[in-house]
């Protein structure tokens, strides 16, 4: 009897089904966590091949680390081999290890057999490049407590009260209080006060305290170090719902100290106002320096934070631009999401010229509202979940050990329906009049760095980049009172957030929370901190 056979090509096999594996798997966060068998879980979302599922999942198990570590030595064999590589996503790898251990360890062990994955790690590829960075995750963000504002010195222009908005700005100062070595804390924070006026002052940074019954007199106080100073001294006119944005950054180019970087704007903007400088530290004899323009960028588009962009990442992808400067205005105007662009002042002079038009590199823009409308026009580009009654405060680059980053925007965002009015509905005529929505949450987003570099490459489009993830912190805060009514806030509570900064060595985000100290109409400072070795 004649015998036949089939020649099946296993390679071409495993390629095909691991990648449609790969492009089939998502894995995303939530917020939900809960206790299960008395170990800490929070929940993910997971599709696989169409299959969808809700996982708890714990790092406090026994041999999770021991796991872990076997993770990340297959994902070094995986980048080593050529026909694993050819698979190219090594995320879906990691989803894959960290998610579906259990089905998938005996496939790969399956696919070292076979294939013949050489596990040695002495061993080298010239075409093998270092694994990607990490995504910093909301998980990853523990809270560490909050502290209260000083009074100021009595006037309401140099004082904190109604200040720390979502208009205002901050920036850590490494070498601000030295004295903060004993308490932890080194360190100091610029920041603008009053709301009207934006005047800038120096404070110290104490010990943030955990109330759980969220006891103001429990919270320590900081202390002043400059007081307030009008920076600004009329520049550019009266500005009307000043907007400001400021960050610190040691000398660059040929500048011989540190500078505060700053830009001022307003609500309603004219093309020809300049928006950019910089100051020196001591607040009583800054020396400004400006106005500058962002290229050739609207001013509704870049005048209301600024924010440090890591050396690593600039060098690759904005040689020379370690500032990141952007806005966000209700409606629209500026893009319907944050925008985003990377600049340098110190490369076109000590200073530039007032009036430069200085280079930048966009990296993140969607369309503006006064050119295609989301709420009339479904093709409108923006970001996703987008409403007009949105409130962008301000941004940071994270980075923390083990190579992980990320870019987050924090402010308060609009959540469902949302209309031009007041909290009563639409109106034209109407007093608190502006964009609002169902309800309001503060919130943190995160954005992926690659995708900001894929756009400063030219490899995507401004208006591509998506949060990859968000954070509801509105449990943290003093000043945030719901009343809801069929998924409604019927109070209306807008403005949750002000103005983030962050202290990049030791990991430490700082956020203002307008109007947390209710006694005295002042902002509360929270803090988060990301542990080493997550």
């Known amino acids: 009897m004649d015998k036949t056979y089939t020649k099946v090509n296993m390679m071409s096999v495993m390629d095909n089904t691991m990648g449609e594996m790969a492009k089939n798997i998502q894995v995303t966060p939530t917020n939900e966590t809960k206790k299960i068998a008395g170990y800490k879980c929070k929940k993910y979302n997971v599709t696989v091949m169409g299959v969808k599922s809700k996982d708890w999942l714990s790092k406090d198990v026994e041999g999770y680390k021991e796991y872990r570590a076997i993770s ?82 009595g006037s309401d222009a ?55 019954s969220k006891n103001l007199s429990e919270l320590n106080t900081a202390t ?73 960028q609207s001013p509704y588009s870049v005048n209301e934070y600024i924010f440090e962009i890591p050396g690593s990442w600039a060098n690759s992808n904005t040689p020379g631009k370690l500032l990141a400067t952007g806005r966000y205005r209700d409606g629209g105007w500026s893009g319907q999401g944050p925008s985003l662009f990377a600049y340098g002042p110190w490369n076109e002079g000590n200073p530039p010229a007032s009036g430069t038009r200085l280079d930048a ?73 502006g964009w609002w929505a169902n309800r309001f949450e503060g919130q943190i987003i995160f954005y992926n760095p690659q995708d900001l570099a894929d756009v400063a490459q030219g490899r995507r489009q401004p208006y591509e980049p998506q949060p990859y993830a968000t954070l509801n912190i509105d449990q943290y805060l003093y000043n945030v009172e719901k009343y809801q009514e069929g998924g409604r806030d019927i109070n209306q509570q807008k403005y949750h957030l002000g103005p983030p900064c962050f202290d990049r060595e030791r990991a430490i985000l700082y956020i203002f929370e307008f109007r947390g100290d209710r006694e005295n109409e002042r902002p509360l400072v929270h803090l988060w901190k990301i542990p080493n070795g997550m």
């Not at 005996?106 to 075409?127: E, H, R």
């Not at 970001?383 to 992980?404: C, I, P, R, V």
Request: net charge negative; with cysteine.
């Open 72 to 153: 990340k030595k297959m994902e070094k064999m995986f980048q080593k081999n050529p026909r694993l590589r050819q698979m190219k996503n090594l995320q879906f790898h990691r989803k894959l290890f960290y998610h579906y251990r259990f089905l998938i360890f005996p496939l790969i062990i399956f696919l070292f057999v076979f294939i013949g994955c050489d596990g040695d790690d002495n061993d080298t590829d010239p075409n093998t490049t270092d694994l990607p960075a990490q995504l910093i995750q909301p998980s990853d963000l523990v809270y560490q407590g909050a502290f209260r504002l000083p009074a100021g010195d």
């Open 361 to 433: 590199s966009t990296l993140l823009k969607y369309d503006s509202s006064e050119e295609i409308d989301a709420l009339y026009d479904s093709s409108a580009r923006t970001m996703n979940a987008y409403t007009h009654a949105d409130e962008w405060a301000g941004g940071a680059w994270l980075t923390a050990a083990g190579n992980k980053l990320a870019v987050i925007f924090v402010g308060t965002k609009g959540v469902g329906e949302y209309w031009y009015g007041n909290h009563n509905g639409p109106c034209l005529d109407c007093e608190n009049r």
């Open 224 to 296: 002043t170090l400059q007081s307030f100073q009008d920076v600004r001294g009329g520049l550019g006119g009266y500005l009307e719902l000043i907007r400001t944005g400021l960050e610190y950054l040691p000398a660059q180019g040929s500048q011989t100290s540190g500078k505060i970087h700053v830009c001022w704007g307003q609500h309603f903007q004219e093309e020809s106002d300049a928006t950019h400088g910089w100051f020196n530290l001591d607040l009583s004899n800054p020396q400004r320096v400006g106005l500058w323009y962002i290229d050739n």
């Open 158 to 212: 140099r004082s904190w009260s109604w200040g720390g908005d979502a208009r205002g700005a901050a920036t850590y100062y490494p070498n601000g209080d030295p004295t903060g070595l004993n308490n932890g804390y080194p360190g100091s924070i610029f920041a603008t006060g009053q709301g009207a006026h934006h005047h800038i002052s120096e404070i110290s940074i104490p010990v943030p305290v955990i109330s759980n």
